[in-house]
């Protein structure tokens, strides 16, 4: 039987596998192709520079080891590194490795365990905001789970994500996207995951990055042909975190090469976190493929806090700030500010500091004033709530009715304008406005909102209905 380059890698392949770990295995040695066999030198194709630097650094041993029981102690080892065609040449180009940087397993003597399961991640390219040489995690070791508490509106989401946390790639849970309005706290609870994580698993490689800057570091790695390095990098990661994902939208080459970061991290049992401000079945331009694999695993929604949940928000702030409020002041704030929680928040800190500056007392009449003020100069996100009071006010009916089954064509039309204007002026969820409006199904409030722009455009007075509720949201 003739010898050839693919029986030799093979026979190396068999004995690498029974000495590494699995994970290990498949990242850095599958990808590998023999090329061809001169001599007692074996020429391989390995897929980027940082590929091949990563083997020497970490794998040399094994590979001095498999190849000199295959070839003899004459043995070399020559690696060609695939190029990234990113010019639009039509054929892909290829790059030896000069022949003084060729590996000679013979006559390299690099000590480097077999089994080494955590070796030093070293960063393929300058990569913004991570300069050292070991990956930090770029985590705020501030947002814990021991802050984020618990409520109604946030239940699902933080019991999956302690289950994440203490078993991250190893729950159906993957990926989790965490979805929800503005300041919420999203990026908070993807946070306290990561931190909880490095804290149980000090070994693993967590990451969190914005999608705002993981799309510039794409841009950058095309402009610098390291396209390759790029996903090489991010496919090392065993939790990835992503913040504010709908900003891939419209980005198609973004899109790209997240999709293979995705799968190979989801098909090495990776753990990929991700935030948005809406569900997946209202991204927009976003590619089909990707959304498909946003809802393998569960999506969990943030929603704005209760009453009994936003009082217990305050009083975690107070205790943490060393601050002590009247309960009745506490309760006034949380009865007024219903929004988010950053807002709630903001608003405390602005009536202690009032308070402090002014050397005044906190009372009702300060804190007042205090939640006008900040109400008032706030951006304010209309709730759904508030939507269907100025609805149900506009038409003469209570909110009872508003929400109730009948079929009635002027109580049906009413139900349809609460919803479209819950679409248009909040980011919740198609399912949450039809949860909260007469508990229906995100199909009926899709169907709502379709039918509300037909009858504008066809109907004068219900055209009418649209400008005059729209005039009363907008003050």
């Known amino acids: 039987m003739s010898i050839t380059a693919q029986s030799v890698w093979d026979n190396c392949l068999e004995f690498i596998k029974d000495n590494i770990q699995p994970q290990a295995y498949k990242t850095w040695f599958e990808p590998i192709i023999a090329v061809k066999l001169t001599d007692n030198a074996l020429s391989v194709q ?49 790059e030896k490795i000069p022949s003084s940087n060729r590996t000679s397993v013979k006559s390299q003597d690099v000590d480097i365990p077999l089994n080494n399961k955590s070796p030093e991640l070293r960063n393929p390219f300058v990569i913004p905001g991570i300069r050292n040489v ?45 979805f929800g309005g503005v300041g919420l706290g999203k990026t908070h609870l993807a946070h306290a995951i990561g931190v909880d994580i490095k804290d149980k698993y000090p070994e693993k490689t967590v990451l969190y990055i914005s999608a705002e800057k993981f799309t510039q570091q794409y841009i950058d790695a095309v402009k610098k042909n390291n396209r390759n390095d790029f996903i090489h990098f991010y496919q090392i990661i065993d939790v990835l975190i992503i913040d504010d994902v709908q900003f891939f939208s419209g980005k198609t080459g973004t899109q790209d090469v997240f999709f293979h970061i995705f799968n190979h991290l989801h098909q090495n049992g990776k753990q990929v976190i991700l935030t948005s401000d809406k569900a997946p079945v209202d991204m927009q331009d976003i590619e089909q493929r990707l959304l498909s694999r946003f809802k393998w695993g569960l999506s969990a929604e943030l929603q704005t806090p209760d009453f009994e949940t936003r009082v217990s928000i305050l009083k975690n702030k107070l205790y943490r700030d060393g601050v002590e409020m009247p309960e009745d002041i506490i309760e006034y704030v949380a009865k007024n ?26 009372t009702i009449d300060l804190a007042r004033i205090i939640v006008e003020k900040f109400v008032k100069n706030t951006k304010r996100e209309v709730s759904i709530d508030y939507i269907q009071k100025v609805v149900s006010d506009y038409f003469q009916m209570d909110i009872d009715t508003l929400q109730s089954k009948t079929r009635k064509r002027h109580i049906v039309q009413a139900r349809q304008l609460a919803m479209f204007f819950a679409k248009k002026f909040t980011k919740a969820s198609l399912a949450s406005i039809g949860s909260q409006i007469g508990k229906r199904d995100h199909a009926t409030v899709l169907h709502a909102c379709k039918t509300v722009d037909n009858l504008s455009s066809t109907d004068k007075q219900f055209r009418k209905y649209v400008e005059d509720i729209t005039k009363k949201l907008s003050i």
Not at 166 to 176: A, E, R
Not at 351 to 361: D, G, H, M, R, V
């Open 46 to 94: 390995v897929p980027s520079k940082f590929f091949y630097e990563w083997l020497e650094e970490h794998y040399v041993k094994i590979l001095k080891v498999s190849l000199t029981k295959e070839l003899g102690e004459g043995a070399k080892l020559v690696y060609i590194i695939k190029m990234e065609n990113t010019y639009g040449n039509k054929q892909p180009f290829t």
């Open 134 to 178: 070991k990956i930090e995690s770029q985590l705020n070791p501030n947002y814990s789970f021991e802050n984020f508490l618990e409520g109604d509106s946030n239940r699902l989401a933080r019991s999956a994500g302690l289950a994440v946390s203490n078993k991250p790639g190893g729950t159906s849970f993957n990926p989790l996207l965490i």
């Open 337 to 362: 500010i219903k929004t988010n929680v950053r807002e709630l928040e903001g608003a405390i800190i602005s009536l202690i500091a009032q308070s402090s500056f002014n050397k005044k007392e906190i």
